[in-house]
């Protein structure tokens, strides 16, 4: 079972830039299928990104072209790097990590983008 614990959140001005990071316990993290999703008050939990082992990677409409994920299998880490962020960006970012039809997810940093 992986373990994972997410950084990098805060408060940020609209049109800022921030980085998580995501720091995964555990053996085998090169087989897993990375991501992030997030949660706003109120609404459910949505997709952002995913980067695959082999290294694919898809987003959500909503945030292609300013998000890219990417990963460093020899730090078990993977990262989110938002750019341009909006106020709708405002929500808990939850790391994913996937393998044979599981998933497990971290506790959840903070991002709130406001002026």
């Known amino acids: 079972q992986v373990q994972l614990v997410e950084s990098g959140g805060g408060l940020v001005q609209p049109g800022g830039s921030l980085r998580l990071s995501c720091a995964a316990s555990?053996?085998?993290?090169?087989?897993?299928?990375m991501g992030w999703d997030r949660q706003a008050p109120g609404k459910q939990r949505e997709f952002v990104a995913t980067?695959?082992?082999?290294?694919?990677?898809y987003y959500a409409d909503s945030v292609k072209g300013r998000f890219t994920i990417s990963r460093d299998n020899a730090k078990n880490t993977v990262y989110l790097q938002m750019n341009s962020l909006k106020p709708e960006d405002t929500a808990v970012y939850y790391c994913?990590?996937?393998?044979?039809?599981?998933?497990?997810w971290g506790q959840g940093t903070q991002v709130t983008v406001s002026s």
């Open positions: 994913r990590a996937t393998y044979s039809g599981r998933d497990y």
């Open positions: 555990g053996r085998f993290f090169s087989v897993y299928a």
């Open positions: 980067i695959t082992s082999l290294h694919n990677t």
